[in-house]
Structures are given as structure tokens and as C-alpha cells.
């Protein structure tokens, strides 16, 4: 069954750091991109960004530019969303995603399950 499942979520607080993974399994979706988005209680989902399958190129979302760095390891088949300076607006369940392209969320298709992240002040 091929998969994505994320994980490292957890209660941070304002001002802290996260990292976020997102392990495939039963495929490797090396020849996919890869993106984050998240979504808050009342909220719709938000894309945040995404990295290319091959690594070289980033897409961040102006809301989380500077803050949020993607990198994927191919060797473990992983996929991160390293998180900073976390302020209580980025609680949220984040999901990690499998696409064509970096900047258009319309072309992620497949679906994590999610992992809450919850930012207190």
C-alpha cells in the first residue's frame, strides 16, 4: 500500500523550532514533488510550499518565506519542513503531499494524513 505518512508534530511554544517529516512507503515518489500544506480548526487547507522532485528548487508560500525551509532525503525517501520562529497562528494539522509541480497546490494529488502541530503563547 503506498503511503505518506507524517510525523513530529507536537506542542511547541512561540518562538520554537519543529521539524516535520514525511516517510513514503511502498513507493518512493522520487520522481514527484513534494509539498506541505496545513490546515487550522474553521480554516481552509494552505499551502505552504513545496520542494522539486529532483531537490533543486523551492516554493514557499509568502506566509511562512523565511521561517520554513523543505528539504527531501531520498535515501530515506523522507521529505522536511523545518519550522522557526512558530508563532500561535501556525497551529494547524499539517499534511504532506505528492504533485507534478512547486507552485500550484492544484497538482498535489496524494495525501498524508497529518500531523498536529499546536503553537502556544
Known amino acids: 500500500q503506498v503511503q505518506l505518512v507524517e510525523s513530529g508534530g507536537g506542542l511547541v511554544q512561540a518562538g520554537g523550532s519543529l521539524r516535520l517529516s514525511c516517510t513514503a512507503s511502498g513507493g518512493t515518489f522520487s520522481s514527484f514533488a513534494r509539498g506541505w500544506f496545513r490546515q487550522a480548526p474553521g480554516k481552509e487547507r494552505e499551502f505552504l510550499g513545496a520542494?522539486?522532485?529532483?531537490?533543486?528548487?523551492?516554493h514557499y508560500e509568502d506566509s511562512v518565506k523565511g521561517r520554513f525551509a523543505i528539504s527531501r532525503d531520498y535515501a530515506k525517501n523522507t521529505v522536511y519542513l523545518q519550522m522557526n520562529s512558530l508563532k500561535p497562528e501556525d497551529t494547524a494539522v499539517y499534511y504532506c503531499?505528492?504533485?507534478?509541480?512547486?507552485?500550484?497546490?492544484?497538482?498535489?494529488?496524494?495525501w498524508g494524513q497529518g500531523t498536529q502541530v499546536t503553537v502556544s503563547s
Open positions: 520542494i522539486a522532485w529532483n531537490g533543486r528548487m523551492t
Open positions: 503531499a505528492a504533485g507534478t509541480t512547486i507552485a500550484n497546490p492544484n497538482d498535489f494529488g496524494f
